[in-house]
């Protein structure tokens, strides 16, 4: 049986599971860039709680910075294809390894747009870690270098991410109810 929060939300993937899942890729980022320094760049607000866990599970030299991107949405759960920077990098990337943190790639409309912005500013290395990938929504040929769970077409909410600004802070990860939508 699906176990549920207090609130009646279907949990998709525990907090447990969550930081488990999210402990492991910090090992294996830890390896890819041991010796290293590591520019981690968060995709607000979304990726917040993620970046912050991530940030924790990481054994290289870190530094945060932040942006934030709008997608104009045609509905509230799809994009129309636009993406926009309303909020630029505080520091220069150039010569730095860059980690892009986001909490999922859905169509890649996002992370492409970053990708391409990024490569501009001629960083010594570009990674990705999104925490959720649903590969069968994909517009943009665009995968992360390190994934934490692959879903299937579903809507979720909680651990940063949101339905027009709410939920964000569960501390699980949980199915959007379809009559909410
Ligand atoms: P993309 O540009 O379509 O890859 O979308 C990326 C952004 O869409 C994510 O950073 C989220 O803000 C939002 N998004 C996509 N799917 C979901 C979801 O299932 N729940 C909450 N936000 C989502």
């Given at each position: ?9 279907e949990v998709l993937f525990t907090r447990d599971q969550i930081a ?162």
């Open positions: 049986m699906a176990t549920t929060t207090a609130q009646g939300l488990e899942r999210v402990r492991q890729m910090g090992e294996q980022i830890s390896n890819d860039l041991a010796g290293e320094k590591l520019v981690m760049i968060g995709v607000l607000k979304g990726a917040a709680p993620f970046l912050a866990d991530l940030s924790r599970s990481v054994t290289v030299d870190a530094t945060f910075d932040f942006v934030a991107v709008k997608s104009y949405a045609k509905g509230s759960q799809t994009s129309s294809g636009a993406v926009k920077l309303i909020k630029d990098l505080d520091e220069p990337i150039e010569g730095k390894n860059v980690l892009v943190v986001e909490d999922i790639l859905d169509t890649g409309l996002t992370l492409a747009f970053l990708r391409k912005l990024f490569l501009q500013h001629r960083p010594k290395s570009l990674r990705i870690a999104a925490l959720l990938d649903k590969p069968s929504r994909r517009v943009e040929q665009i995968d992360a270098d390190y994934v934490g769970f692959s879903i299937p077409n579903l809507f979720v909410i909680g651990y940063g991410m949101d339905f027009s600004e709410r939920y964000r802070n569960l501390p699980d990860i949980c199915l959007m109810p379809p009559d909410a939508v």
